[in-house]
């Protein structure tokens, strides 16, 4: 069905060409995302929740992190099955993640018309030296980021869209915070430098100049920049939309708690008008069980995932 | 109202790429507000409805914080008020969604298809031949793009592709399914201001 291309895909007038998949129409996928709320969903049902409570795109995985967390194991590609479920139950936008370094599970999901790729530290690393090259792709990737550099890293191979790693699966936002404090804290210090200083920056972020450079010039990302990780209440998505960010992905923390819809529909209200404290009140009251969490503080070093793929 | 000149163009910024719209219309001398809720909507002297997805603001507008954005904003554009939706703002200006209930405003003597081109990997940029905007052709961006698949008597069509209407008027609201607000050009902007009676 996806894969009937007619030639000119219908954008064609007086002989000009459409051309897809260019770093323009990459980028541009996310910033109509921007000031909204993606949700992670297992199955359509949970897809459908998540559009009738206002996501502006759903993430499709197997385990949300919390239970990926819980039962260990290697953690892959949803099966494509779901995945198409997925897209034909919903008519929002469809994310779908595949493992750092695994090409072919991002060729499958792009071959099966998912609109963006999460190339996801939540799931068992494929390859621990390389990512994606992202460049090869026709759809946008998204990838997570602990810092500058690391974000610059992804941008430079092609990534349409950072967002803080966090820590998955916990409900403890200290990590999304401490990563979007990180980027935002140094895109200042980029600013702040005299431009014969950038080169040595570039070094000390591991990151391409070009890049250090246009970001010290505009003094922001080049690409939408959301958080994710570990995100739980409508509290903390505007705490992080305060931060900075341009928008908010919430994965264990919906679909683990005791009123998945109602939940939904708050961090939705509360990402549009994270300023707004009354607003911020209103919507936080009666949500039911938040999910249970456990701290980052007292996880042992070997089930921390964020320092996946840096 | 702002004096004649410097014109205050709101901006719905419930959900979608409102800052983009917000840069561009700065950088031409327009002054600018974010809308997030009905008593926003006084004193301006032009709306512009963003990039975005429609169901999902219309879910927020249906809370109680937006409650009666849209109501305004439809009695506001019949009395005259310039509206311009880029892409999912042309679905909220439709009068026609087809197969779809979801809110809207519905001003617009148009229908539009949402999604039209399919997922993602065939949205696309096509450089467009609009005569409105003169003879150079303007960028279009599609990312997810809905189309007009039929429009009214009133309203002129300011620009097509193979499979439908890619831009079009009705008086003092426009319609385009692409993002001006996302490329180095303009003229979409200025169009719109010029559109502002003072």
Redesign the interface.
Known sequence: M?NK?PS???????G???????L??KR??P??????VIMDVVNAEQAKIA???????VMALERVPADIRADGGVARMSDPELILQI?NSV????MAKARIGHFVEAQIL?AL????IDESEVLTMADEENHIDKHKF???FVCGARNLGEALRRIAEGAAMIRTKGEAGTGDVVEAVRHARSIFGEIRRLQSMSTDERYTAAKNLQAPYDLVNEVAETGKLPVVNFAAGGLATPADAALLMQLGVDGVFVGSGIFKSGDPAKRA?AI??A???YN?PA?LA?VSRGLGEPMVGRTVSSLAEMELLAGRGI | MASKGKALVGVLSLQGDFREHIEKLESLGAQTLDVRRASDLAGIDALILPGGESTAVAIIESSHAAHGIFDEIRSMGESGLPIWGTCMGSILLAKNIEGSKQGRIGLMDITVRRNAFGPQRFSAETPLQIPALGALPFPGVFIRAPILTAVGEGVEVLGRVEQGTVMAREKNLLATVFHPEVVDDARVHEYFLSMIQF
């Not at chain 1, 559009?51 to 795109?57: I, L, Q, R, S, Y």
């Not at chain 1, 008519?91 to 469809?94: A, H, L, Q």
């Open positions: 996806m291309t000119t895909n219908g954008h064609s007038t007086n000009a060409e459409p051309k897809r998949g260019t323009l129409v541009a996928f910033q109509m995302l921007k000031g909204g559009e009738d409570a206002g996501a502006c795109a897209i008519s929002i936008p469809v792009q018309g998912v609109d963006c026709e759809i946008p529909a939705v209200k990402t549009t008008y707004d607003v209103e």
